[in-house]
């Protein structure tokens, strides 16, 4: 198992850029897989979050936001189980537990947006992405604005990162 880490930069053409990467790390992800979304208000996680979800489930599928919830649980198309976290109320890390999230990884896979709020309690192997909108972007650009995004695969994520930052 590989323990250091790899990081791929790359810009995302708003809202379809956003989607594409979805359904390549829809296409990747394992039991056990932690895949943490970082970044400002309105960078494009829960647009990804969702096209994430609905690319493993079915393209019609409802997919709220967990930002009350803080967990949302589905089941994809292949079997695997898939917990989506919203951890912005979060206020201590020790809450992570409590709802569940290592019982999460050791069923299926998470989707973690806001992962900064569990403080040293990341998991080890994990595929972090970092969205940041370009200075470029117009402010009525809104969810299709262009972005950067940053990938660092921790643990196993660092050797399977080969092709995320481009379809193929």
Avoid: N
């Amino acid at each position: 198992m590989t323990s250091g880490a790899q990081t791929l930069q790359w810009k995302l053409a708003g809202a379809d850029g956003t989607r594409a990467l979805a359904r390549r790390l829809a296409a990747r992800l394992q039991p056990g897989d932690a895949v943490l979304l970082s970044g400002p208000l309105g960078a494009g996680k829960s647009t990804l979050a969702r096209a994430l979800i609905r690319a493993l489930t079915s393209e019609d599928e409802e997919v709220p936001s967990p930002t009350f919830t803080l967990v949302q649980g589905y089941t994809a198309r292949s079997g695997l189980e898939l917990a989506h976290f919203d951890l912005y109320r979060l206020t201590d890390p020790d809450e992570a537990t409590e709802l569940g999230l290592d019982e999460a990884l050791d069923t299926g896979a998470v989707l973690v947006e806001w992962p900064e709020r569990l403080g040293d309690r990341l998991p080890r192997d994990r595929l972090s992405l970092r969205l940041d909108p370009l200075p470029d972007a117009g402010e009525d650009d809104g969810d299709d604005a262009p972005r950067q995004v940053t990938a660092t695969g921790h643990g196993h994520w660092a050797a399977r990162m080969d092709g995320l930052d481009h379809d193929g």
